[in-house]
């Protein structure tokens, strides 16, 4: 039995939340829902609201932002995120009073957890993700990056579980007749989105490492569906020797449906 349990609230471009629970702590990962929707989710997995210990903030962006003024507010929660990205949430016109708590690159400690934040590459003022220890476990999220490189493996690398970015299918992003030039390029440059086959790429070279558990996340609903992301890395990991009906959990994280990983490794 896992010792840190994840659920997604729900992710992609309409709003994004983590749940990471212990025994004795609840953390989240972004507030992308109003408080009232974050409220309802979270009531869904069985938490209340007041049980949340603190927020992790990835970055800036609205589809992680939208709810943390009154969430934070109303349930006293602190908020932790790298000092770029609080001043930038700070100016964004946020006026309720908040526990703002700004981390830099270090690891640090927050109750029973060891949190490591790491930078990602994104079109926002700074973007982390976060890898969070407890008693020999391992969990890691990113989202929102432009691209994987050895320094963020790394950073992944040994984790139990592992939540990543599977944003878009290369074709059916270019074959979009309503995306306009530059926000495609955006979203295929260097501080945009992850492609299903980066994603599945990266989830080869974690496999190897020894994770077992992925969920993929910040699914667009435009340019990607479930079942081509999941097919992208199951069909990478069994190309390369992996039994994903035995020894991998892969799932794909919903915008409209809280996640509970129920079954890990
Ligand atoms: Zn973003
Ligand atoms: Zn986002």
């Given at each position: 039995?896992?010792?840190?349990?994840?659920?997604?609230?729900?992710?992609?471009?309409?709003?994004?939340?983590?749940?990471?629970?212990?025994?004795?702590?609840?953390?989240?990962?972004?507030?992308?829902?109003?408080?009232?929707?974050?409220?309802?989710?979270?009531?869904?997995?069985?938490?209340?609201?007041?049980?949340?210990?603190?927020?992790?903030?990835?970055?800036?962006?609205?589809?992680?932002?939208?709810?943390l003024e009154n969430f934070a507010s109303k349930f006293d929660v602190p908020v932790f995120a790298n000092a770029l990205t609080l001043n930038e949430y700070e100016h964004s016109g946020i006026t309720k009073p908040l526990n703002l708590n700004a981390i830099m690159t270090q690891d640090f400690y927050f109750r029973e957890l060891t949190i490591a934040p790491f930078?990602?590459?994104?079109?926002?003022?700074?973007?982390?993700?976060?890898?969070?220890y407890y008693q020999g476990e391992k969990f890691s999220l990113a989202t929102d990056l432009g691209y994987i490189d050895d320094n963020i493996l790394e950073s992944l690398k040994g984790s139990n579980t592992v939540v990543l970015e599977s944003n878009h299918d290369v074709s059916m992003l270019k074959q979009n007749e309503h995306y306009p030039?530059?926000?495609?390029?955006?979203?295929?440059?260097?501080?945009?989105?992850?492609?299903?086959?980066?994603?599945?790429?990266?989830?080869?070279?974690?496999?190897?490492?020894?994770?077992?558990?992925?969920i993929l996340a910040h699914l667009s609903k435009e340019n990607n569906t479930p079942?081509?992301?999941?097919?992208?890395?199951?069909?990478?990991?069994?190309?390369?020797?992996a039994d994903t009906q035995h020894d991998f959990n892969v799932c794909v994280a919903s915008q409209d449906n809280t996640l509970k990983l129920d079954k890990s490794f």
């Open positions: 039995m896992a010792k840190l349990k994840i659920s997604v609230l729900g992710s992609g471009s309409k709003g994004n939340c983590t749940l990471i629970e212990t025994e004795n702590t609840k953390i989240l990962i972004d507030c992308g829902f109003s408080a009232r929707e974050t409220t309802r989710r979270l009531q869904e997995l069985g938490v209340a609201p007041n049980d949340i210990n603190g927020i992790l903030l990835t970055h800036e962006h609205k589809d992680h932002t939208l709810g930078e990602v590459s994104h079109d926002s003022i700074h973007c982390n993700g976060y890898s969070i030039q530059v926000l495609k390029e955006r979203i295929l440059g260097k501080r945009g989105h992850l492609s299903n086959e980066a994603c599945a790429n990266a989830i080869l070279s974690l496999a190897g490492s020894g994770t077992r558990n992925f079942a081509l992301a999941k097919s992208n890395t199951t069909n990478l990991l069994q190309s390369n020797g």
